[in-house]
């Protein structure tokens, strides 16, 4: 039964959260430091199954300040490491992030979003888009994002995340929600062993007489050199533009282009059956990398679409993005859900009609 | 690791641990973070472990122990040393793992990170800096603050009713049974260093059994924050943190 868990690729019914947890054993994680919280208590419940039959360290901690800074240990001790929470768990650890973005530590986090703020609901949200691309900790960083929208992504995306993060030496996220870690749909996983490890030349692992001492800190005391670490890290991320990807629905002969990431995306892509089945071109660009954000495609639709319509399961956070990337160029409108409701495609389709007709009242 | 026993011609008895770095400490005059540093750095040149070796530091005015160290290590957050020590033990269980902290990161700000690092048995020394003082940010009440210690947010003393007591952590961390030896000790007098450097010999040979967490405090003077000579500093320890911090073993191994 072992032997069939770890070979079989055969595609298979699982939740969402226990398809991140596996693809990660798969992408050979040396270590999961984790705490309960719902709605991604299964993770840590996976790794605790699993982990010990196939070699690899799982930590309960006593905090998600402990995971996060657990995380920063292992990942500076040249671990391939990862932790994931929810909402007010992600918060707690903000500290430890950007700890391990200044120290330039690959590592991955998850947060399965839940509704905010506060302690708030343990329904799926969008409500922390800000907190994941904006830095969400003190200082100037960034993490890189990737945002799945289906139980498949949520494997695959743990194997982008961790290339990625080592790539660049940053801690990657994976922003899911309650909803997509909650899920069962069909997934192929990952073949286990494809990630290969890579070097870390730079890592704590004792000091040989060949090499000068590793030192992991982000402590640079003289403002002149916190400000050449800064220009290093903004220098990082404008590379990290290059890793961009979005996905691209029904865009080209649209005249409206619907964007949306994550769940939200997958409501919309009913919202575009809707609109097609009544003859409206409607389009849908899925940002799935949060950071680095798909700014030139966004600008390139805004000059070809009428208007743009965001849709988010939170107040309106990426429509900020959006609204950059058109400059202008067209009208950017919003529609939200808050508190750990889901819009419904019909919904959705109905502020559609209602802005078309709007506009077409202002163009007569 | 061969140790020149003469220089010059002359007998050597005393000299820089070639794992200290060429970087002249920036403690003040009489501290003792000075001589904690060294006595671990002879340590791991006596035993041979300089490659072995991985080393947290904290917050507070220890934070550039790295600096000093020509070891690899790590800079924690305030108070989230023991929890940065764990990962690395954890990725690296052959390794000989230490983390380096003081009252308010061990005892304040860091206590949950402390008692479950303990508690898990982490097979890690703890090194525990006791002045009774926040050190680095100006001489600010510490949770080992002393009752009645003046310090500039206690101007007129610790008063047991607003800011409650001098905590004994390494007590309370001696109830657990992750703890496998627990000493306090102090850097006054030759000979209280002597003692201690015998409590780090004694705590890296253990990590190697893999019974649980060394925890060594270590009660120590803070002459600027007193505003004390460091003469005058030693005597107040003697007679102050002494009675409340008393030197010895805690909690020793069994077998």
Known sequence: MEQEKTTNNEARLMKGNEALAEAAIRADIDAYFGYPITPQSEVLEYFTNEMPKRHGIVLQAESEVAAINMIYGAAGAGGRVMTSSSSPGISLMQEGISYIASAQLPCLIVNVNRGGPGLGTIQPSQGDYFQATKGGGHGDYHLIVLAPSSVQEMADFVFDAIRLAEKYRNPAMILADGALGQMMEKVVLPQEGSLPKVSKPWATVGKPASRKRNIITSLFIEPEKMEVINLGLQEKYKQIQSEVRYEEIALDDADIALVAFGLSARICQKVVDLGREKGIKVGLLRPITLYPFPKSALNKIADKVNFMLVVEMNAGQMVEDVSLAANGKCPVYFKGRMGGMIPSPEEVFAELMSIIEKQSVTQD | ?255
């Open chain 2, 1 to 255: 690791m061969d140790v020149p026993t003469t220089l010059n011609g002359y007998e050597l008895i005393y000299k820089k641990p070639s794992t200290l770095t060429e970087k002249p400490f920036h403690y003040c005059p009489g501290c003792g973070h000075s001589v904690v540093h060294r006595l671990l750095m002879e340590v791991v040149e006596e035993m041979g472990i300089q490659e072995q070796t991985v080393g947290v530091a904290p917050v507070g005015c220890s934070v550039f122990a790295y600096d000093y160290m020509d070891i690899d290590m790590q800079e924690a957050a305030h108070g989230r040393a023991t929890a940065v020590a764990t990962g690395i033990k954890r990725i690296l269980p052959d390794k000989f793992v230490f983390s380096y902290q003081g009252d308010g990161d061990l005892a304040a700000i860091g206590t949950a990170e402390t008692i479950h690092a303990v508690n898990r048995g982490e097979n890690i020394l703890m090194i525990f800096i006791n002045n009774a003082i926040y050190g680095m940010t100006g001489g600010q009440m510490a949770p080992t603050t002393l009752l009645n210690q003046v310090t500039s947010t206690s101007p007129y003393g610790r008063n047991k009713e607003a800011m409650g007591y001098p905590i004994k952590i390494t007590e309370l961390l001696a109830q657990l049974p992750g703890a496998y030896y627990v000493s306090r000790h102090a850097v006054y007098t030759v000979n209280a260093v002597r003692k201690l450097k015998k409590a780090i010999e004694k705590s890296f040979a253990y990590q190697k059994l893999n019974r649980g967490t060394c925890f060594i405090e270590v009660v120590s003077n803070c002459p600027s924050g007193w505003k004390m000579t460091p003469v005058e500093s030693n005597k107040w320890l003697e007679a102050n943190m002494f009675p409340q911090y008393p030197l010895g073993d805690i909690k020793i191994p069994k077998d």
